[in-house]
């Protein structure tokens, strides 16, 4: 009857410590409450003690990651944009949490409702180049710190927020392509028609240039022709009066030379026309008169 009663204790005794004691690991941290009110919280991993009539709510203690649905805005240039976002966050005061929202599912849409409330309002404030290109960095910053101050209020500090993707429409993105072809095919004609311009003004200079220089260079071989040809008949006169039977001879010569390179011109002289004296002796005595035709 005795050890009957013992074990009825000491199973009382167990069951008294497993309702009172319980355990918080390192991605935890823990509520006590009694009929929901909030009795104690354990923020660090470890073994707790409780009493038996209290019950543990355990909260996340990790970073979480908040997935938006596309979000249409309208950027202050009034481009209409498809923008992906994301954030993450932790739950850094679990009493507020739980007194505020209560759990995790209820968190994430309350913060959803942030983000998508300060996204409007800051893309609003920029245009499509700053949003896409330019400052996209601070304008996280600046979204992030304002969904912050609202998520401190429910016990939530935003780590970081960013944006996969901000595009257009796919109706404006067609639009802005067509219109972006058409200026570049614009810009592209314009480019070729000054190129043709200046390719025009670079053949007339050129041409131009080229009858310069070739009136120049005719100017320059008349000018050298002439005083040749000045020079030649200075020696040629002077030859001519140092030795008139030897210059006669020499244009003898070349008039020989010059009457057989052939040609479409015949002319039919008598061997013993003038012409030929020289043939006759090397002294050119020859008659005094030939007789001479032509066809």
Do not use: C, H
């Not at 020696?235 to 039977?245: E, L, M, S, T």
Request: without cysteine; glycine residues 6%; charged residues 30%.
């Amino acid at each position: 009857m005795k050890s009957g009663i013992l074990g009825i204790v000491i199973a009382v005794i167990a069951l008294v410590v497993y309702w009172s004691v319980y355990i918080v690991n390192p991605a935890q941290q823990a509520l006590v409450l009694q009929f929901g009110e909030v009795r104690g919280q354990a923020t660090e991993p470890g073994l707790y003690f409780k009493w038996p009539w209290e019950n543990v709510e355990y909260i996340d203690k990790r970073v979480l990651e908040l997935n938006m649905p596309v979000l249409e805005a309208i950027a202050s240039d009034k481009k209409r944009l498809l923008v992906d976002a994301f954030a993450r966050y932790r739950i850094d005061d679990p009493i507020k949490f739980y007194q505020s929202v209560n759990n995790v599912d209820e968190g994430a849409r309350r913060l959803s409702t942030f983000l998508q409330s300060s996204l409007r309002q800051e893309l609003a404030k920029a245009t499509l180049n700053q949003i896409v290109r330019d400052e996209r960095a601070e304008l996280m910053e600046k979204i992030r710190q304002d969904v912050d101050l609202r998520a401190n209020a429910v016990g939530i500090d935003v780590v970081d927020v960013k944006i996969r993707r901000a595009d257009l429409p796919e109706a404006n993105s067609q639009a802005i392509f067509r219109r972006m072809q058409t200026e570049r095919e614009r810009e592209a004609t314009e480019i070729r028609a000054q190129g043709e311009e200046q390719a025009r003004r670079i053949r007339s200079r050129a041409d131009r240039d080229a009858t310069v220089i070739v009136a120049n260079a005719q100017r320059d071989a008349d000018i050298v022709r002439g005083d040749g040809d000045a020079r030649r008949n200075e020696i040629f006169a002077d030859a001519y009066g140092k030795d008139r039977d030897f210059f006669e001879f020499y244009r003898s010569m070349q008039a020989y030379r010059d009457s057989m390179n052939g040609g479409d011109t015949s002319l039919v002289l008598s061997p013993d026309s003038e012409f030929f004296r020289f043939f006759q002796n090397s002294a050119g005595v020859g008659p005094t008169r030939g007789t001479a035709s032509a066809q």
